[in-house]
């Protein structure tokens, strides 16, 4: 494994649709253990293979209950991932990117979302999330698409420093 540099706007790849992916191989793999680790060492909680440069359908997502910092976070893979249910409430929240760096927006989201795709194996898999999680999966999906955050917000500004801290990043 090894960390990969981190894409950042004006790059033209976050702005274009990412391919499908069709065959599962080694590289397949390293580029997701090479994800896995850019996104915990940026930190963030989510990264979408654009923003490593790389034009497929694959995003990680790694996240756990915020009121308990001591619980394991869940480490999701997923291989052309797309949303095939939503919930009917939107909420709106603050949102960051490793793509977009010192900007964070307002960005209205909806509160669950079923996402189905394939995982590292091959294997389909179908995830309920809802909360922050949902949030999460809509966001590096859309980067998938060529759309970020900042497409979306109602809202863009430049951080304090104390709300840096606070917010989760993808």
Not at 74 to 96: F, M
Request: with cysteine; charged share 30%.
């Amino acid at each position: 494994m090894s960390k990969r540099e981190i894409v950042t706007l004006p790059d033209p790849i976050l702005r274009r649709k990412a391919r499908k992916v069709t065959v599962f191989n080694k590289d397949l793999q390293i580029l997701i253990d090479d994800m896995v680790e850019t996104m915990r060492e940026a930190p963030g909680v989510g990264l979408a293979a654009p923003q490593v440069g790389v034009s497929s359908r694959v995003i990680v997502v790694e996240y756990g209950d915020d009121e308990d910092d001591e619980a394991p976070k869940k480490l999701y893979t997923l291989v052309n991932p797309e949303i095939i249910q939503t919930s009917s409430d939107i909420e709106s929240g603050v949102e960051a990117c490793l793509s977009i760096p010192d900007l964070v927006g307002d960005v209205e989201r909806f509160l669950q979302v079923t996402v189905k795709g394939i995982n590292r194996r091959g294997q389909p898999v179908r995830i309920k999330a809802s909360g922050w999680l949902a949030r999460i999966f809509q966001h590096e999906i859309d980067h998938l698409d060529g759309v970020l955050y900042v497409d979306r917000a109602t809202k863009v500004w430049k951080p304090k420093e104390t709300e840096k801290e606070t917010l989760p990043a993808d």
